[in-house]
């Protein structure tokens, strides 16, 4: 069975940085492409950032585009979110995810991920 368990949230101020880290353990890792998600209170949970099986094709939604950056490391099974410059409306619970499909266009999707951690809480205080 695969299991994903986030860790490296927390609270920090507004510009400051914190790395979420994900590790993957059963199945194969390096067949998962990886994604990272998130969802504030009252909100829906939306796409943040991906990464291809072999870690050369990343996506990221505009909103963190130049502040976050998505990593693998594929012989820890272990995904990672570097993120800088926080801002206020960033804090949300931060889940990723991942799946073994071809890529596709719906890699922003939430519904083509089959495995999910149970998220990180990531606070920004401004």
């Known amino acids: 069975q695969v299991q994903l368990v986030e860790s490296g949230g927390g609270l920090v101020q507004a510009g400051g940085s914190l790395r979420l880290s994900c590790a993957v353990s059963?199945?194969?890792?390096?067949?998962?492409?990886m994604g990272w998600f998130r969802q504030a209170p009252g909100k829906e949970r939306e796409f943040v950032a991906s990464?291809?099986?072999?870690?050369?094709?990343?996506y990221y939604s505009d909103f963190v585009k130049g502040r976050f950056t998505i990593s693998r490391d594929n012989a820890e099974t272990t995904v990672y979110l570097q993120m800088n410059s926080l801002k206020s409306e960033d804090s949300a619970v931060y889940y990723c995810?991942?799946?073994?499909?071809?890529?596709?266009?719906?890699?922003?999707?939430?519904?083509?991920?089959?495995?999910w951690g149970q998220g990180t809480q990531v606070t920004v205080s401004s």
């Open positions: 995810a991942g799946d073994r499909k071809n890529l596709g266009s719906d890699i922003f999707s939430r519904s083509r991920y089959d495995y």
């Open positions: 990464i291809a099986r072999r870690g050369g094709i990343t």
């Open positions: 059963g199945g194969t890792f390096s067949s998962y492409n």
